[in-house]
């Protein structure tokens, strides 16, 4: 395979229109472009995005880069992954910034797949040694909160996902539809709409009655579409944590841990949810291992818990906290680290959710992640271009010789 002869770099924008960087990697003729998103609700155990002075302190790294990484083979992810770390020299990637990293990282995969004339995932699945192609089930947002949203519920995401779609475009159109009712609902209510940076609806509402309400479009767009959808939301809870209870100023309540406990798995049970993100604050795995247990067939899964970063997982799995994991390469800087991350949940059978950022570019690689590393969900929004570009790819890519992956 060629050998990598330039790589360009240029800061351009997300969807918040916040600065973020772009690489170009040149291997011969196969070129590989990839550029990086951004989170607003960040894990203090994530690698920093950026240094001090943003996108443009991280820019300024771009000749070292380049000089580093140049005659190298793309197809060795992880020798160009730990270059890239070497010369960064810190252990959160302060110094080039994690979404430099990340970029070039997937600009090298993405060389070496055109180099190999076969699509990115399934280079990414030789790499991550994923024996069996899945679609994932797309987990959309329907009603925003928390930190994305400060004028809705106290939660941050309530969500839903397609539990019986046959193929890709029937999933697709299943969380469209449903995002659809949850409009109409709201809108016959009367209450304030708006919606958040991901394109979830946001109206001032008590989190039972967003999930009331949610549940009520779920039934609604099941008459319509045919289509069995599972409920879930995103607590953030660390959001809601300070540093004694957990208040909640939409629904006027301050809760102890023990209190966070038994509401969230009344919740599971009372709405039937099969997905619980980050329902404790990031710190709390204990209190994690108590809902996991609690919580039956429900996914538990951890995002500010787990960070994709294995050592945070191997503390989750030693105390039973969570059975699922988020999975962002941005919060990690490499493909190869995120790589790690996979087949450690798969040998503990954590199910793994490759995630978009709020802050996204309509680079669809994130379709590509969840199909090569077997993630049978992909978490994305239904709404902005840059959300609907990842569901667009995986119906690209879908030939039907492959099958839906089973949710729980």
């Not at 351009?12 to 989170?39: F, K, M, Q, W």
């Not at 024996?131 to 930190?147: F, T």
């Not at 590509?368 to 609907?388: D, F, N, Q, T, Y």
Request: proline content about 4%.
């Amino acid at each position: 395979m060629a050998k990598i002869t330039a790589i360009a770099f240029r800061k351009i924008y997300d969807s918040r229109a916040n600065h973020t960087v772009e690489a170009e990697l040149c291997a011969g003729s196969a070129v590989g472009r990839a550029s990086s998103p951004s989170g607003a609700s960040v894990g203090k155990n994530e690698v920093m995005a950026f240094p001090k002075g943003g996108a443009d302190a991280s820019l300024a790294w771009g000749k070292k880069i380049e000089a580093k990484l140049k005659g190298m083979d793309p197809a060795k992810q992880e020798q160009i992954d730990n270059a890239l770390k070497a010369l960064d020299g810190t252990p959160n990637f302060s110094g080039m910034g994690g979404n430099m990293a990340l970029a070039v990282s997937i600009a090298a995969a993405k060389a070496a797949s055109v180099a190999e004339g076969v699509p990115l995932y399934r280079h990414l699945a030789d790499l991550a040694g994923t024996k069996k192609i899945e679609w994932p089930a797309p987990v959309s947002k329907m009603i925003g909160g928390g930190w994305h949203a400060i004028n809705g519920p106290d939660f941050q995401e309530f969500l839903a996902a397609p539990l019986n779609a046959k193929d890709m475009f029937e999933a697709v159109e299943a969380n469209a539809e449903l995002h659809r009712q949850v409009s109409a609902i709201l809108a016959k209510s009367g209450a304030p709409l708006g919606r958040d940076d991901e394109g979830g609806w946001v109206a001032p509402l008590k989190s039972v009655v967003a999930l009331d309400i949610l549940q009520e479009a779920a039934e609604k767009a099941r008459s319509e579409t045919g289509i069995r959808f599972g409920l879930g939301m995103d607590c953030a809870a660390s959001g809601l944590w300070n540093g004694r209870a957990y208040v909640y100023k939409r629904d006027m309540e301050e809760f102890t841990i023990r209190q966070q406990i038994d509401f969230i798995v009344s919740l599971i049970k009372s709405h039937k949810l099969f997905f619980v993100e980050d329902p404790m604050q990031e710190e709390e795995f204990g209190a994690m291992a108590v809902i996991t247990k609690k919580a039956g067939r429900c996914l538990v899964v951890g995002d500010d818990l787990f960070t994709t970063n294995v050592k945070r997982l191997e503390t989750g799995v030693k105390r039973g906290a969570g059975n699922a994991c988020i999975v962002k390469a941005n919060q990690v800087g490499t493909l190869s680290a995120t790589i790690e991350t996979v087949k450690y949940l798969r040998k503990h059978s954590y199910a793994p959710v490759a995630s978009h950022r709020s802050g996204e570019t309509c680079d669809p690689w994130l379709a590509h992640v969840a199909l090569g590393l077997g993630c049978p969900l992909i978490k994305v929004g239904i709404s902005g271009g840059e959300r609907m570009n990842k569901l667009d790819e995986l119906c690209r890519l879908w030939g039907g010789r492959s099958r839906m992956a089973k949710v729980v």
